[in-house]
């Protein structure tokens, strides 16, 4: 299983940027996603994460209303749409995947088996 991610770029803060993650080596539709980011000297945190099936989301606080996770099943890929990017966005983010029986997300990092690589977001002043 390969995750690909996508996306990632120097921007202005008030910005934007689309992340992309894309699937492959299995299939899609019973994985359940998250975007996760590590900034310098920082662990690593949920962004947000989205479920199979229905595609319930969660995005953490400092996210909320500027960031959206949504998913293609025809194109096996989640996205990361954020906006009104701040310098502390300012991370290497990572998709991540996990086999899911429920219609649910999943918020720890453990819970999640597949990675992708990152890609950095770099939000300038």
């Known amino acids: 299983v390969q995750l690909q991610a996508s996306g990632g770029g120097s921007v202005r803060a008030g910005g934007s940027l689309r992340l992309s993650c894309v699937v492959s080596g299995r299939s899609f539709t019973d994985l359940a996603m998250g975007w996760f980011r590590q900034a310098p000297g920082e662990e690593r945190e949920l962004v947000a994460a989205i479920s199979r099936g229905t595609g319930r989301t969660y995005a953490t606080g400092s996210v909320k209303g500027r960031f959206t996770i949504s998913r293609d099943s025809a194109k096996k890929a989640v996205y990361l749409q954020m906006n009104s990017l701040k310098p502390e966005d300012t991370a290497v983010y990572y998709c991540?995947?996990?086999?899911?029986?429920?219609?649910?997300?999943?918020?720890?990092?453990?819970?999640?088996?597949?990675w992708g690589q990152g890609t950095q977001v770099t939000v300038s002043s």
């Open positions: 991540a995947a996990r086999k899911s029986v429920s219609d649910g997300y999943y918020v720890g990092d453990n819970h999640y088996n597949y």
